[in-house]
Nanobody
Framework: VQLVESGGGLVQPGGSLRLSCAAS????????MSWYRQAPGKERELVAS????????NYADSVKGRFTISRDNVKNTVYLQMNSLKPEDTAVYYC????????WGQGTQVTVSS
């Protein structure tokens, strides 16, 4: 089982990034997928989640209207489009899968700074 995140990096405030999480080794289409983040000295928090059939999405209040979660059940990939990024979005972003089991990716660093 693998969840491999990509797309993180350094971006200026107001900029955009698109994170991807490629899944393998489990029935991706049956799992609810989420993005979490953890900033230095803070607890890991839920950023966004999407149901297995894409009919239901949820977002943290801090990212509503700026971030969009989506998934492709053919490519076994979940995405997080992040727009209007702020310095407080700086964190390690983790991909998470919840179904019969729980899976975590290794994380990708997002740094928002001028």
């Amino acid at each position: 089982v693998q969840l491999v995140e990509s797309g993180g990096g350094l971006v200026q405030p107001g900029g955009s990034l698109r994170l991807s999480c490629a899944a393998s080794g489990f029935t991706f289409s049956s799992y609810r997928m989420s993005w979490y983040r953890q900033a230095p000295g803070k607890e890991r928090e839920l950023v966004a989640s999407i149901s297995s059939t894409t009919t239901n999405t949820n977002y943290a209040d801090s990212v509503k209207g700026r971030f969009t979660i989506s998934r492709d059940n053919v490519k076994n990939t979940v995405y997080l489009q992040m727009n209007s990024l702020k310095p407080e979005d700086t964190a390690v972003y983790y991909c998470h899968g919840r179904g019969y089991y729980l899976y975590w990716g290794q994380g990708t660093q997002v740094t928002v700074s001028s």
